[in-house]
């Protein structure tokens, strides 16, 4: 995970100061945590996870949890 954290942050880009670098490792990290697959959600995201529960009716959420998550919503 370190290797494509660093890939992908401080070898692809040039960062002026260390709030910018900060602020984009931030949200790399969000949105890594949010599309990768968990072994222990049956090989689901988090969010796939969530919206699949929402659907079943379960009664667990008073929010739809697709109102709730940051980035683009097109589910």
């Known amino acids: ?5 660093k890939g992908e942050t401080v070898k692809r ?3 002026d100061s260390h709030d ?5 490792l931030s949200g790399f990290l969000v949105a890594v ?5 968990l072994k222990t959600l049956s ?4 969010c796939e996870y969530n919206c699949n529960i929402w659907v079943s009716g379960s009664g ?3 929010v739809n ?9 097109t589910w």
């Open 20 to 24: 910018q670098q900060r602020s984009h």
């Open 1 to 5: 995970m370190n290797r494509a954290i």
């Open 43 to 46: 090989s689901l995201a988090p």
């Open 13 to 15: 880009h040039h960062y």
């Open 60 to 62: 667990r959420f008073s």
């Open 65 to 73: 949890p697709i109102h709730q998550m940051p980035g683009q919503n």
């Open 33 to 37: 945590n949010l599309a990768c697959r």
